[in-house]
Each structure stands twice: as structure tokens, then as C-alpha cells.
């Protein structure tokens, strides 16, 4: 089954992978979908948060977590005083899943083929970012990153070691947007961001 391998150049830097991604056809999501929207942010960093897919806002503008859940992002990572400009921010599948309702494109959750088709990138953004901890926002990119069992619920707010990476989990900020007690939802997700960043034992 074809997947992104065989669009990933070996050994390349963070520019090289990124022009190389624009013409990824590693599964169908690129037929749809604007624009592959690749990972932004420092290279190296310390610090790499993986969200689910682009949404329209990204698909359109071909920038990561620019429509609501980033801007969702940018308050809790204010309230967590994490700095945007020095995170590497990413997505476990770099094009957009949707369905259209009319002229409304509705975002749909990548299928798990396609999250193990993607995931090529990902290994070589991990890679080039080096990054000291990756945050897995949400059950697609921590399934992504520590395999299709993984359950959120049990481990969110937890830092794990996985093939020698520092993974802290929460859930992601679309979540927190949609949550029926949002000030709950909001204050528990910067619980998580703060717990996250501390230096690990
Ligand atoms: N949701 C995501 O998971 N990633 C984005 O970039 C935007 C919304
Ligand atoms: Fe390639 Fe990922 Fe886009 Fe599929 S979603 S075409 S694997 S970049």
C-alpha cells in the first residue's frame, strides 16, 4: 500500500522535507484537500506539539492551527506561558480530511490508514526538530506517535518514554473549543500544558 516513504528524501533538513512534502501522494487525501500544510516553528526546538490534521483555516492559508483551535491554542499556551514562536508545531497528517455540506467543508478525523501513511514525516520532523518533548494533542496524534492501543483517557497529563522520546499527552484543543463546560475543559487542558513542560525526573 503506498504510503509517504517513497516522497521523503533521505537525510534531508527541515526546508528540504518540507518542499518535498508538497507534492506528497502518499495516500488520497492530497486529491481534495488545497495545499499539504507542514510543520512550522523553530528548528531544532525544544519543545514539538502534534496536533490531528489541517482544518479549513490551514488547508486555506497552509499554516498550521491558524482557525479556532489555534487560536484556542495561542490563549492556553499565553495562560501556560509557553511561547509560540519557540514551539514546533505539527500535525500526525499534513493534509485536510473533509466532507461538503453544501459550500460548508466539514472536517472529518484522518482515517487510521492514513495516519500510517503520513506518519513518515512526522519520524523526520521528530528528527530534524530534535525536540526534548513531544506533546501528542489529542487520541489521533497519540495514536500516531505510540501505536494504535494507546488510550488517552487513561494516560493524559502524563510524560512517556517512547523509542527514546520524552511524549507528554493531553487532549487536543478542539476538544477544549467544543467542550459543554468550557472554562472546565480550558483550565484542565493548561493543567495538562503546565505539568507537561516541567522538567521531567
Ligand atoms: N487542528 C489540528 O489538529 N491542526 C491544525 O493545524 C488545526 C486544527
Ligand atoms: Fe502525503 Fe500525508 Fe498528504 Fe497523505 S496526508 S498525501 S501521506 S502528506
Request: net charge negative; proline share 7%.
Given at each position: 500500500t503506498a504510503d509517504a516513504a517513497q516522497y521523503v528524501p533521505e537525510g534531508a533538513d527541515w526546508a528540504a522535507l518540507r518542499s518535498a512534502a508538497v507534492r506528497c501522494?502518499?495516500?488520497?487525501?492530497?486529491?481534495?484537500?488545497?495545499?499539504t500544510v507542514f510543520g512550522e516553528g523553530p528548528?531544532?526546538?525544544r519543545l514539538m506539539m502534534v496536533g490531528e490534521c489541517p482544518g479549513d483555516h490551514e488547508d486555506t492559508?497552509?499554516?498550521?492551527?491558524?482557525?479556532p483551535a489555534g487560536r484556542l491554542l495561542d490563549k492556553a499556551f499565553k495562560a501556560a506561558r509557553i511561547d509560540r514562536s519557540k514551539t514546533y508545531l505539527t500535525n500526525a497528517v499534513k493534509h485536510f480530511r473533509f466532507t461538503e455540506r453544501g459550500r460548508r467543508r466539514i472536517h472529518q478525523q484522518p482515517l487510521r490508514g492514513q495516519v500510517v501513511a503520513c506518519f513518515p514525516w512526522l519520524r523526520e520532523e521528530i528528527r530534524v526538530v530534535k525536540p526534548r518533548l513531544v506533546v501528542v494533542l489529542g487520541a489521533v496524534a497519540a495514536k500516531a506517535v505510540?501505536?494504535?492501543?494507546?488510550?488517552l483517557t487513561e494516560h493524559r497529563g502524563e510524560v512517556l518514554e517512547h523509542d527514546g522520546l520524552q511524549v507528554g499527552v493531553t487532549v487536543h484543543p478542539s476538544a477544549v473549543v467544543r467542550a459543554e463546560n468550557f472554562s472546565e475543559a480550558f483550565d484542565a487542558f493548561v493543567a495538562d500544558l503546565v505539568a507537561l513542560k516541567k522538567p521531567q525526573k
Open positions: 501522494h502518499g495516500c488520497e487525501l492530497h486529491k481534495d484537500a488545497s495545499q528548528v531544532p526546538a492559508e497552509g499554516h498550521v492551527f491558524v482557525g505510540l501505536g494504535p492501543s494507546f488510550k
